[in-house]
T-cell receptor, first 116, second 114 residues
Framework: DAEITQSPRHKITETGRQVTLACHQTWNHNNMFWYRQDLGHGLRLIHYSYGVQDTNKGEVSDGYSVSRSNTEDLPLTLESAASSQTSVYFCASSEGTSDRGVNEQFFGPGTRLTVL | LAKTTQPISMDSYEGQEVNITCSHN???????ITWYQQFPSQGPRFIIQ???TKVTNEVASLFIPADRKSSTLSLPRVSLSDTAVYYC???????????????FGKGTKLSVKP
């Protein structure tokens, strides 16, 4: 079955280190998204991609970067981790367009990141 | 961007029908309404999506009035396992190039009691 996976599921790092969170989907979806979720803020969009070589900034993109070299993967990099980036990170994917009458985002299980 | 407003929290008892209303006064012509469910420590999961009138699937119903300025998610006969956060989103889901504009917000925390 098609799926979307994230790794690692849990990560502890130190302030100033570079961290990369992986996201892999086998849906062959064009669209991929990265969100962070913090208490009191719901889900906030970090970066997103509409296809290979396409990346866009979301609501809270400062301190994060993504690259899209193939359809399946959208890794999220924290260039220099800060304590404010302690959060749960969710990756999602969706079809580029839909003629099915329904178009939803499929979410991964999440990565809990702690920056000490 | 279509902004949505929904209650922060709701309480219910097992076996009851739960209706969660979402306001979206500035919904655009091409916008669809979509609801997601999120359990603790899991990613959100799609529940239902609609454009107008009523949509029903095996999990829920979605009621959308003619003016489309609000919508109501209806969960029939809830159980303890329906305790979750429910998000209402409005946007042009069918346009892949607009999906980066979708806003999840804080959702409605539904607590189902025995």
């Amino acid at each position: 079955d098609a799926e979307i996976t994230q790794s690692p599921r849990h990560k502890i790092t130190e302030t100033g280190r570079q961290v990369t969170l992986a996201c892999h989907q086998t849906w062959n979806h064009n669209n991929m998204f990265w969100y962070r979720q913090d208490l009191g803020h719901g889900l906030r969009l970090i970066h997103y991609s509409y296809g290979v070589q396409d990346t866009n900034k979301g609501e809270v993109s400062d301190g994060y970067s993504v690259s899209r070299s193939n359809t399946e993967d959208l890794p999220l990099t924290l260039e220099s981790a800060a304590s404010s980036q302690t959060s749960v990170y969710f990756c999602a994917s969706s079809e580029g367009t839909s003629d099915r009458g329904v178009n939803e985002q499929f979410f991964g299980p999440g990565t809990r990141l702690t920056v000490l | 961007l279509a902004k949505t407003t929904q209650p922060i929290s709701m309480d219910s008892y097992e076996g009851q029908e739960v209706n969660i209303t979402c306001s979206h006064n500035n919904i655009a012509t091409n916008d669809y309404i979509t609801w997601y469910q999120q359990f603790p420590s899991q990613g959100p999961r799609f529940i239902i999506q609609g454009y107008k009138t009523k949509v029903t699937n095996e999990v829920a119903s979605l009621f959308i009035p003619a003016d489309r300025k609000s919508s109501t998610l209806s969960l029939p006969r809830v159980s303890l396992s329906d305790t979750a956060v429910y998000y209402c989103l409005v946007g042009d889901f069918m346009d892949g190039g607009s999906q980066g504009n979708l806003i999840f917000g804080k959702g409605t925390k539904l607590s189902v009691k025995p």
